[in-house]
């Protein structure tokens, strides 16, 4: 066991409540990890950064290393990562649907070092990633958490209309098969060697969609995306707003003006060429 207030000389800070509110920078925090864990998790996160547009961040907040509880935590063998922040830059776990793509590029990476990976879908892991090697790398349907990211970047990367349940059933294998074709990686996925292979060509598509997200056209997606998990009498009210400023002239004539994002074609064919 070791105490340490960074990984790979990125700053490691707390901001969680009363001291420091989450979603801030928080304060520097001394963490005790276990030591093999601890050289995992730089080892993943320099390959995270590695292919990351954004580079390497200054500061990444956890909610916790060494916790009173059961599981990896009790032995300093897992990691709460809440927020990476840059100079010009951050991602807030809870923020996902207005940073998908930035969000599904750092967890394709993560999962090619971590076995057990829970995210913003899994139950009670909205504001965090845990991250631990209490089982191997690999994708097995069985497995909640590992099906809940499937789903994720098939309906947030490949634009399929997946349900997003955790739960393996004929849409996700069949729409599986169809983005496993596209990037001519072999199946089935459940093979370790494809599964690494699919983890890592996503994240860098994943990637290079983040470099566009703060186009006006995904703003206005991501803000239908909020819409639609509205409670019903809101949605209506909130829609018919929406409507409304997409529907005046000026809306739409500078609407028409903004260029198109980049094809998720022509970044595919980049990236697996």
Request: charged share 20%; with cysteine; aromatic share 12%.
């Amino acid at each position: 066991m070791k105490k340490v207030n960074a990984i790979n000389n990125i700053a490691l800070h707390y901001a969680r409540l009363p001291q420091y509110p989450y979603g801030t920078s928080g304060k520097p925090y001394d963490f005790y990890i276990e030591d093999a864990f601890f050289k995992q998790l730089e080892t993943a996160l320099k390959d995270v950064f590695k292919q990351c547009p954004l580079g390497k961040p200054d500061i990444i907040t956890s909610a916790g290393t060494l916790v009173g509880k059961a599981g990896e935590h009790a032995t300093g063998k897992a990691f709460d990562l809440d927020a990476i922040f840059w100079k010009d830059h951050q991602l807030i776990t809870n923020n996902y649907i207005h940073q998908k793509e930035l969000y599904l590029g750092i967890e394709s990476f993560l999962r090619k070092h971590f076995g057990l990976v829970l995210n913003y879908y899994y139950p009670n892991h909205a504001d965090h990633w845990h991250v631990d090697s209490s089982v191997s790398v690999d994708y097995n349907e069985s497995s909640k958490s590992e099906t809940f990211y499937l789903q994720m970047v098939l309906k947030d990367i490949y634009q399929k209309p997946v349900i997003v349940d955790g739960i393996s059933g004929p849409q996700t294998r069949g729409f599986t098969k169809e983005v496993f074709s596209r990037l001519k990686i072999d199946t089935p996925i459940t093979t370790k060697k494809n599964y690494l292979k699919f983890l890592d060509v996503t994240g860098k598509i994943a990637f290079k969609l983040s470099e566009e997200q703060q186009n006006p056209l995904q703003l206005l997606e991501n803000l239908e995306t909020v819409i639609n998990q509205l409670p019903v009498n809101d949605k209506h009210q909130v829609n018919e707003a929406l409507n409304a400023f997409l529907g005046h002239n000026s809306t739409a004539s500078w609407i028409n003006g903004i260029q198109p994002h980049q094809n998720l074609e022509t970044i595919i064919d980049t990236v697996i060429s």
